[in-house]
């Protein structure tokens, strides 16, 4: 029995160490060559190349090392019978959702009102309000729930938007009903996964459905948004502004509009953070399960692609 890791340099080193303390009695590599693939049982992944799983006949469990699994989801090579769970993490849910707050509080104070009054050493006290905002949740799924709740909890006025229909402390619409959401909301949290269904969701004509001026942060993924179309939404109002975590094209490229645009926010895709120790906890205890025939909280669905 081995276990395999296939990931980016700056992840994989961090949970080596973290596997390497918690589980030393399984072998790991790290990388996709091994001389017995048949042994690898277990793969942890993030942005792999496609294709690269093949070699792996015997693989009872594919973990994903982040919250999404479209990377995984992507590849057709994939036997349905193997399956892939992720990190459902309360400390992710945490750096995700103090994430989203900042976004959300410096566009309640016009924090960035002031930064531009503060190069011009004005002393703006009464120029810039408290913005009145209602603000929408698109994907109240494990991260999505926890900033809404805690922006509910905090005295914020709170609308969740989930293709399923579920129970919540603040108002919340599914299925067939997202106009009605976009209609009433003026600041829009975009935390859903990426699939087929999401892909270039955030275009012109799904911001002409919003009624008020919006402000847009997204942390779900690049694939979601279509940047012509914000920037086009920006220029006509559709948008007030917008604090973005992910793009089309990551990093993203030193020409692209967006980073100079004074009404953009940008950072590079660090919206919520892995947390090695706890998650490779979880790639064990799901392989446990795996080993037992029990169920997997953590499993993705294949057929919804999240
Ligand atoms: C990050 O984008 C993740 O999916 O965890």
């Not at 309640?108 to 006290?125: E, G, L, P, T, V």
């Not at 559709?238 to 692209?256: A, I, Q, R, W, Y």
């Not at 947390?275 to 029990?294: A, H």
Request: aromatic share 10%; hydrophobic share 40%; glycine share 6%.
């Amino acid at each position: 029995m081995r276990f395999i890791l296939i990931a980016p340099p700056v992840p994989s080193q961090k949970w080596k160490e973290q596997f390497e303390k918690i589980a030393p009695e399984i072998p790991l590599t790290i990388g996709a060559m091994t001389d017995r693939p048949e042994e690898v049982v277990c793969a942890m992944v993030w942005k792999q190349k496609k294709g690269v799983l093949s070699p792996f006949k015997n693989l009872k469990l594919i973990f994903s090392m982040g919250a999404g699994v479209d990377h995984i989801m992507e590849d057709d090579s994939i036997p349905h019978h193997i399956p892939i769970c992720r990190v459902i993490d309360p400390q992710m849910a945490f750096s995700m959702s103090n994430y989203i707050l900042m976004a959300v509080l410096n566009h309640h104070r016009s924090f960035y009102d002031f930064q531009r009054a503060k190069q011009k050493k004005q002393w703006a006290q009464f120029e810039f309000g408290e913005k009145e905002l209602k603000i929408g949740v698109l994907g109240t799924g494990f991260l999505g729930m926890d900033i809404a709740t805690k922006l509910d909890a905090l005295g914020f006025s709170v609308v969740g938007f989930s293709t399923t229909p579920k129970e919540t402390s603040f108002p919340s619409y599914s299925g067939t009903q997202l106009d009605s959401f976009l209609s009433e909301i003026n600041v829009l949290i975009c935390i859903v996964p990426y699939t087929p269904k999401t892909q270039n969701l955030l275009n012109y004509s799904f911001f002409q459905k919003l009624k008020n001026p919006t402000y847009l942060i997204n942390v779900s993924r690049g694939g979601v948004q279509v940047e012509k179309d914000i920037l086009r939404a920006l220029d006509e109002g559709l948008l007030n502004g917008t604090f973005l975590d992910v793009f089309e094209e990551e990093p993203l490229p030193k020409k692209s509009p967006l980073w100079d645009h004074p009404n953009i926010q940008i950072t590079p895709h660090i919206a919520s953070l892995t947390y090695p120790e706890q998650s490779v906890r979880q790639v064990l205890d799901c392989f446990e399960r795996v080993e037992k025939g029990l169920p997997l909280p953590q499993q993705a669905d294949r057929k919804r692609m999240y």
